[in-house]
């Protein structure tokens, strides 16, 4: 069964940087693509960036272009999401998940396994 596990989380200040980490454990060779998604307080959850695995093509939200970068380490099964220039707004439990065969990055509901999220918060 596959795991996901986020990492990196915290507070940090206005201006500071993001690094997130996503550790997969188990058969993830039956998934195509993996994302990042974030859910700020009283917000509906939406969707950061994606990568494809094999492939290696991303996918950032409209929503979210403004300084995200996703990559990942297949070899070592860890997705990754970083930022400079935090604002308040960054301000969110950030979930990792993982998609398979008929899915893809920009469609949420095809998303199969989640992490149970890290909580960034920015402070001004």
């Known amino acids: 069964q596959v795991q996901l596990v986020e990492s990196g989380g915290g507070s940090v200040q206005a201006g500071g940087s993001l690094r997130l980490s996503c550790a997969a454990s188990?058969?993830?060779?039956?998934?195509?693509?993996m994302g990042w998604f974030r859910q700020a307080p009283g917000k509906e959850r939406e969707g950061v960036a994606c990568?494809?695995?094999?492939?290696?093509?991303?996918w950032i939200a409209d929503s979210a272009k403004n300084g995200f970068t996703i990559s990942a380490n297949n070899a070592k099964n860890t997705l990754y999401l970083e930022k400079n220039s935090l604002s308040p707004e960054d301000t969110a439990m950030y979930y990792c998940?993982?998609?398979?065969?008929?899915?893809?990055?920009?469609?949420?509901?095809?998303?199969?396994?989640w992490g149970q999220g890290t909580l960034v918060t920015v402070s001004s």
């Open positions: 188990g058969y993830i060779s039956n998934f195509y693509y």
């Open positions: 990568i494809y695995r094999a492939s290696v093509k991303t």
């Open positions: 998940a993982a998609g398979g065969f008929g899915g893809n990055c920009r469609n949420m509901n095809t998303f199969d396994i």
